[in-house]
């Protein structure tokens, strides 16, 4: 079947703008996770939902971010106040969620750059 | 909290050299260790994993890793790279939590 997805592929925004980043994971999969990776970095954990709920949200940088799941499937990351510190690829992976030793699947990311 | 050395940053080789590239993570628990790849122009992939069992893993397109706990790595072999093998290399571990944690990542270029 499909991969995770994610839209949109770019986004340029200017700073103090509110943007949404979404992504469609892999069907039947529980678990979703957001990263965030800067220039010349590895990705960095950012939050992680099993089902609608977020198990995990210490990745968070600060509450101008936020994440959510409603019907446990597609997740939306909501960036308020954007800075220019903000510019990353964000990616979603998905995975079955039965165990944690489990494959995480990424999606191609989104490109967010703040002007 | 975990952490994740990758000390080779770039690696240039020929086609055919051999390969590898060394991961040192930081973490007081049982790990599950990782190798994923990013392609150019491509999404990132999972190459190989560790989870539990033979230390010595074999992954996709003749990559394997050896799980060394006493030295805390898990370092990336592959026998003879080839120039599609020119890729970004990430380590990562994770524990009973489920997040990953990455090295910064190596680049691989290979000469024809």
């Known amino acids: 079947g499909a991969g995770v997805s994610q839209t949109p592929s770019n986004k340029v925004t200017e700073k103090g703008k509110y943007v949404e980043l979404r992504c469609d994971p892999i069907s039947g999969h529980t678990a979703l996770y957001w990263y965030r990776q800067s220039l010349g970095q590895g990705p960095e954990f950012l939050i992680y939902f099993q089902g609608t709920g977020a198990a995990d949200d210490s990745g968070l940088p600060n509450d101008r971010f936020f994440a959510v799941r409603p019907e446990g499937s597609v997740s939306t990351l909501k960036i308020q106040r954007t800075e220019r510190g903000d510019s990353a690829v964000y990616l979603c992976?998905?995975?079955?969620?039965?165990?944690?030793?489990?494959?995480?699947?990424f999606g191609p990311g989104t490109r967010l750059l703040v002007l | 909290a975990q952490s994740v050395s990758q000390h080779n940053h770039h690696v240039i080789l020929s086609e055919a050299a051999s390969l590898e590239l060394g991961c040192n993570y930081s973490y007081g628990g049982t790990v599950n260790l990782f190798w994923y790849v990013q392609y150019p122009g491509q999404h990132l992939q999972l190459l190989l994993k560790y989870f539990s069992g033979d230390p010595l893993v074999k992954g996709i397109k003749g990559f394997e890793a050896e799980f060394i706990k006493s030295k805390f790595s898990f370092n990336l072999r592959k026998p003879s790279v080839q120039w599609s093998d020119t890729a970004e290399y990430f380590c990562?571990?994770?524990?009973?939590?489920?997040?990953?944690?990455f090295g910064t990542g190596t680049r691989l270029q290979v000469t024809l």
């Open positions: 990562a571990v994770s524990g009973t939590a489920s997040k990953l944690t």
């Open positions: 992976a998905s995975s079955p969620g039965r165990l944690y030793q489990e494959t995480q699947y």
